[in-house]
Nanobody
Framework: HVQLVESGGGLVQPGGSLRLSCAAS????????MGWYRQAPGKQRELVAT???????NYADSVKGRFTISRDSAKNTVYLQVNSLKPEDTAVYYC???????????WGLGTQVTVSS
């Protein structure tokens, strides 16, 4: 199995920035894809950004140009740099990891990001 622990969330004013971290442990050598989803109150969980083991990234249109996902393989950690935050970015941000060989997806418990003045 793989365990994921997120950190870095918090309360920030509009226009501010945060760096979210997701540390993976366990069978990390089997992870191919990692990324972030978010879920706002009363809304469905939506994909924010993904990164492959080779470093290829993809982003939701709503965050392109503002969010950057990166991966430190030596630390088994994925980061999400979130800049120019808007109130509509308020959500719980969840890290995930895919072990594609066995068709498994692992989730972290989430970290709250609140954008408010």
């Amino acid at each position: 199995h793989v365990q994921l622990v997120e950190s870095g969330g918090g309360l920030v004013q509009p226009g501010g920035s945060l760096r979210l971290s997701c540390a993976a442990s366990g069978r990390v050598f089997r992870i191919v894809y990692m990324g972030w989803y978010r879920q706002a109150p009363g809304k469905q969980r939506e994909l924010v950004a993904t990164i492959t083991s080779g470093g290829t990234t993809n982003y939701a249109d709503s965050v392109k140009g503002r969010f950057t996902i990166s991966r430190d393989s030596a630390k088994n950690t994925v980061y999400l740099q979130v800049n120019s935050l808007k109130p509509e970015d308020t959500a719980v941000y969840y890290c995930y990891a895919d072990e594609t060989e066995r068709g498994l997806r692992y989730w972290g418990l989430g970290t709250q990001v609140t954008v408010s003045s």
